[in-house]
T-cell receptor
Framework: AQSVTQLGSHVSVSEGALVLLRCNYS??????LFWYVQYPNQGLQLLLK??????LVKGINGFEAEFKKSETSFHLTKPSAHMSDAAEYFC??????????FGAGTTVTVRA | GAVVSQHPSWVICKSGTSVKIECRSL??????MFWYRQFPKQSLMLMAT?????????EQGVEKDKFLINHASLTLSTLTVTSAHPEDSSFYIC????????????????FGPGTRLLVL
């Protein structure tokens, strides 16, 4: 069984400030981990993923995430927020046969 | 690469009618597609896994006679909401897995833009 917990349903940051979105997971097998972003009335766009190898993963739009097995975490960060980062962010975990379990989502608002 | 489309993007129908939503993988073959439902301000709920050439696998609590899934080709899966009622109004999103990794990566689900259904 696998599950995902996203701490904080809403994060508000100032433009130019650090964005930190927290994600913890539980999985009975080594997981694949994903972060997706969803803009209003749109589908999900893949930001980044961890499958194997390097634990620090870089994605699109300046986002990165670090897989920490000991902490069962996969937190998402971006050093400097931009107004266009305002969206809903979902952390997801997958094991065989590639079924995704999503966290509840975190809404990011960016203040000018 | 790895583009998934959905049609229609918006649909409004009367209660009691059936609505068909199409999900297509445009640049890869998808032996497996997934159908999700998303309520406002909530996460995605997996409804069913659609397998090309075989019956779909439904998640617990999802009525298979209500939500008919057909995956007749390697690039097309359809979801039909039968005898729709207002409580079926939702945002339906499909995703597809590029099993051969030709357009994307094998481990990743690629999502369509979603279909918003409103049942009056």
């Amino acid at each position: 069984a696998q599950s995902v917990t996203q701490l904080g349903s809403h994060v508000s940051v100032s433009e130019g400030a650090l964005v930190l979105l927290r994600c913890n997971y539980s999985s009975s097998v080594p997981p694949y981990l994903f972060w997706y972003v969803q803009y209003p009335n749109q589908g999900l766009q893949l930001l980044l993923k961890y499958t194997t190898g390097a634990t620090l993963v870089k994605g699109i739009n300046g986002f990165e995430a670090e897989f920490k097995k000991s902490e069962t975490s996969f937190h998402l960060t971006k050093p400097s927020a931009h107004m266009s980062d305002a969206a809903e962010y979902f952390c997801a975990v997958s094991d065989q046969p590639y079924k995704l379990s999503f966290g509840a989502g975190t809404t990011v608002t960016v203040r000018a | 690469g790895a583009v998934v489309s959905q049609h229609p993007s918006w649909v409004i129908c009367k209660s009691g009618t059936s609505v068909k939503i199409e999900c297509r993988s445009l640049d890869f073959q998808a032996t497996t597609m997934f159908w999700y439902r998303q309520f406002p301000k909530q996460s995605l709920m997996l409804m069913a896994t659609s397998n090309e050439g075989s019956k779909a696998t439904y998640e617990q609590g999802v009525e298979k006679d209500k939500f008919l899934i057909n995956h007749a080709s390697l690039t097309l899966s359809t979801l039909t909401v039968t005898s729709a009622h207002p409580e079926d109004s939702s945002f339906y999103i499909c995703s597809a897995r590029d099993a051969e990794g030709l357009a994307g990566s094998q481990e990743t689900q690629y999502f369509g833009p979603g279909t918003r259904l409103l049942v009056l």
